[in-house]
Every structure is written in C-alpha cells, then in structure tokens.
C-alpha cells in the first residue's frame, strides 16, 4: 500500500518528464487503450507529463470487442487525441496463413490455432501496431508500456506483446497500488477497479490465474499465503516466466576462456 499515492504519482510524472527530455525530446506518447485500469492510469500520467496533445491513444478490437466503449471513455475523459484500428482483419490474415499450411499442422500435430497462440497473437499485432502508429507520426513516438509488477511476477503478460514498449511507468507498482494511482488521477472508478479479462476465454484474469491480485499481492509484499497450494502455483508461475523479465541471453566470445572466474 501506497503511504502518499499523490506523492508517487508526482514522482512518475517526473520521471516520464525526463524520458522524454533524454529520449525524445518533443515527441508523442503512444499508447494502446484497453479501457482498464493499467492503460487508464499510464495514459492519464503521461498526458499529465507532457499535455494531452502529445499523447495518442489506439484503441484496437480484435473484431467486435464487448467493451471498447471502456476504451472510448477513457480517451474522451482525457481529451487526448486517439484512433481505433481494428486488428480483425490482420489475425484472420495470420491464421489463414499458419492454418493454411500443411506443413505447419503436420509439424504441429493440429489442424488449427492452439489456444495459446490464439490468446498470444493479438497483443503482438497490437504491439506491432503502435509501433507502426510511433512511427508514422510527425515527430516520432515513444510506446508506452503498460504492465504492473503483480502481473510480471506471474508472467501475466505476452512476451514481445504487451510486455514490450519502450518506457515503462508501472511496472513497479503492484495491483492495488495502481488502483491508489488512478484514484488520485480522479479517473472514473469504473475503469480503475475493473476485473481485467483477455476477452477470449470467457474468464476473468484472477478466474485464469487461479487466485486474486490482493493474494498475490499480499505475497508479493509479505511473503505469507495462508493457502499453501496458491502459495506454490505462484510461485511455480513466477519461475517458469522469468524468461519474460531478464534480457535476451547473448554469447560472448570467450566467456568460456575467462580466468577472474566470471561466466
């Protein structure tokens, strides 16, 4: 828990502020809108930092998307300039071409998307979208990443997908801090505190992980989970998508023939 979230809030304005100065000095933000809670605050924070002007929100259905009205309030509240681009058409084109080839589904075993590749591909073209938007603005751009530290812990992101952007404003903050962000931003409640979901599988995000964001938060801080089978599935989930937070690993010519011990 945040003990002055209006102090923090101030901090990362601050610091996008200086992003900005060193990295891009005069260009735009740009950011995918999903219409929650994480997207909802980063974008509020950043029009904050450098004027609603320069940052540009994208909304991007997948087809038809039950909430990307969410998104639509969210823009209009912040007053900040956005388009929706919808992404149907460019995953129906993937999944034509990776379905489409017998060697593929014979190499696969499968004669379709498996579930994960179908849950994993919208957030790599939305990702590959804002970077074609960055870069076709007058300027140029910096993405936005969105991610918090409750979800990273638990992989709860899609590598090179929304695990990617080129600054990242909440990634050490947990869940609920996020909530105290956005409540002194004065964004609308319903936004802030809503139950994210991928809108593919029918469930909500702490339905899928098996367990809430105040549990795993509570973890996260305190190191206590009073169910010891959620105590292990986190941290099972925080192994196995360390991959997903560490940089690429790269060879490094004679790392072998090192004699300080290094490796």
Same mark, same amino acid.
Request: charged share 25%; aromatic share 6%.
């Given at each position: ?7 923090t809030k101030d901090? #990362?304005?601050?610091? #996008? ?13 740009? =950011? ?5 809670? *994480?997207?909802?605050?980063?974008? /509020?924070?950043?029009? +904050?930092?450098?004027?609603? +002007?320069?940052?540009v929100g994208v909304?991007?259905? %997948?087809?038809?998307?039950?909430? #990307? ?10 007053? $900040?300039? !956005?388009?929706?681009?919808? $992404? ?6 993937? +999944? +034509? ?17 498996? %579930? ?16 074609? &938007? ?6 140029? /751009? ?10 990273? !812990?638990?992989? !709860?992101?899609?590598?090179? @997908?929304?695990?990617?952007? *080129? ?7 947990? &869940?609920?801090?996020?909530?105290? =962000? ?24 702490e339905q899928k992980? @098996? ?7 509570? !973890? =996260? ?13 986190? *941290?099972?989930?925080?192994?196995? %998508? ?22």
């Amino acid at each position: 828990m945040l003990t002055d979230p209006g102090k923090t809030k101030d901090e #990362i304005v601050a610091w #996008i502020r200086k992003y900005f100065e060193e990295n891009g000095s005069g260009c735009k933000a740009v =950011i995918g809108i999903s219409g929650g809670k *994480d997207s909802s605050v980063a974008a /509020a924070l950043c029009a +904050e930092a450098l004027g609603k +002007e320069r940052v540009v929100g994208v909304l991007m259905p %997948n087809g038809v998307q039950s909430d #990307i009205s969410d998104s639509r309030t969210l823009v209009e509240f912040l007053g $900040i300039p !956005y388009v929706e681009l919808n $992404i149907g058409g460019a995953f129906k084109a993937m +999944e +034509e071409m990776l379905v489409g080839s017998s060697g593929l589904m014979e190499l696969c075993g499968t004669d379709g998307l498996t %579930n994960d590749t179908r849950v994993n591909l919208p957030p790599r073209l939305r990702m590959t979208t804002l970077y074609a &938007v960055g870069q076709m603005l007058p300027g140029g /751009a910096r993405v936005v990443n969105t991610c918090n530290a409750s979800e990273d !812990y638990v992989g !709860y992101s899609t590598k090179y @997908g929304d695990a990617a952007g *080129d600054f990242s404003p909440l990634s050490h903050l947990l &869940v609920h801090e996020v909530h105290q =962000i956005g409540d002194v931003l004065g964004l609308p409640k319903e936004l802030v505190h809503k139950t994210p979901s991928d809108g593919l599988s029918g469930l909500d995000d702490e339905q899928k992980l @098996g367990f809430t964001y105040a549990c795993l938060d509570e !973890y =996260i801080l305190t190191g206590r989970c009073a169910d010891e089978s959620i105590r292990e599935k986190i *941290d099972r989930l925080h192994r196995i %998508n360390l991959h997903k937070l560490r940089l690429m690993p790269a060879y490094e010519p004679g790392q072998e023939d090192r004699t300080d011990g290094k490796k």
